[in-house]
């Protein structure tokens, strides 16, 4: 029999049957806000930054934000064993973890700091945008392994994963209110002052989970698995290769509807204020339902929360597409579904992650927590790539029309409707055909219910 080598989750020189505190799932779970607030903020403002403050052509701009992420798959791996291998070695995490919420927030400032326009705006946007990818990554990839080295009980885990969905949705709040407030004027000026705000919260609420994770021990061990070992086990856990496809499809639908509401709010809306109040309605909602979701994901189990969220995502794509025409009342109270789908999905998924890091640990003997977690960022990382870039190709094949402040452009009728489909009905009922991804999942976990890392809720 395989001896589990998940970490004990000690905290402060406990065991893992204690329950985790408050303080200590609050001060890791902050860490979303930032990571999150990281993700909001370009999703929402770097597309239309670059095509309508710096004038750069729409696909060229959707390669800049899609290549930075791409080039992090391949680094969120690596860097997941690199984890793995500073744990085994010291039986922590933090170095990686600081290290990236030190650089994080002056290359997302830089990211939004061009002094040139055009093609040369491209290239500067890309390479910040590169870095601050970078340095995202060593803070998130630490982050997402912790849950399973904190605790080993489903439940628990899925308090913790309760807390850090809540920050997500007040990081989503934040960025997706703020930002667009910040850079109402729509200048290069605007969206320099934008970064050096939300660049000095960035660095504050970083390093709270650094201090408050410090003293959660990994398992040591004599030998960590090279990253081909720990790849090729992966690909093996077909739970977690089910899981992870399900979220890169996931949050490409999201993050199109992301993409697409600065859009909205400029030819359908009247600019940044209705933006900011559709997208706090939206945040507000989730806010408010993510307690509720993991109390029913609790009773329930995940597997069910997550059906139920993808098919509340697709009603509210549709009815945003229908509530464009009824103005910012329709628009906040059509959110409000898709807002509720957020919560539930994203509680569910991510609790069901680390049970799948767990029956990883269980099967192979070893702590290959970095390594998923790696493998999960770069999926999650990949889907909001493929996110703006799939709604650039929208816009491409629409027509729409590149401009700057000085020289606005006049959108044709065809372009003003890929604007909106690609906004709502066309990302929402695309939910719908992650269902039987999920359905698959819970077969796959049936046929290993025998492994205590699988909640019996869900198989």
Known sequence: MIRSVVSPGVEDGGTQTRPLSVRRMAGWGVGAFASNAFNTLPGLLLLIYMTDALGVPAALAGVVVAVPKLFDLVASTWLG???DREAARTGRR?????????????????????PVRGGAAALWVFAAFLVASAAYLCFQVPFIALPAEMTESPQQRTRLMTWRTFFFVLGMLAGGVAGPLLTQEGTPAAYRTMSLIIGAVLLVVL??????????????SDRAPSLREAVRTARGNRPFVLLSTLLFLYFVFTVMILTGLPYVATYFLGGK???????????????????????LARRFGNIPML????TLWAAGGVALYFAVDGGVGAMAAASVLASLGQASS????????TDCIGFQAERTGHDSAGVLSGVWTAVDTAGHAFGPLCYTVVLSLTGYVSSTLDAPATQSATALEGIRLGFSALPGLLMLTLIPLVL??????TNTAGSPAVCPADA
């Open 307 to 310: 059906l139920a969220g993808l």
């Open 94 to 114: 933090s170095r990686l973890m600081r290290a990236g919420a030190m650089v994080m927030p002056f290359a997302f400032v830089v990211t939004f700091s061009s």
């Open 273 to 295: 204020k209705e933006q900011a109040t559709v997208f706090l309605a939206f945040a507000v909602s989730s806010t408010l339902a993510v307690h509720v979701a993991g109390t």
């Open 346 to 353: 994203l509680v569910a998924m991510y609790a069901l992650l």
């Open 440 to 445: 698959r999942y819970r077969r796959a976990v």
């Open 81 to 83: 064993a690199v984890s």
């Open 207 to 220: 390093l709270i989970p650094v201090m408050a994770t410090r003293t959660v021990r990994s398992r040591p």
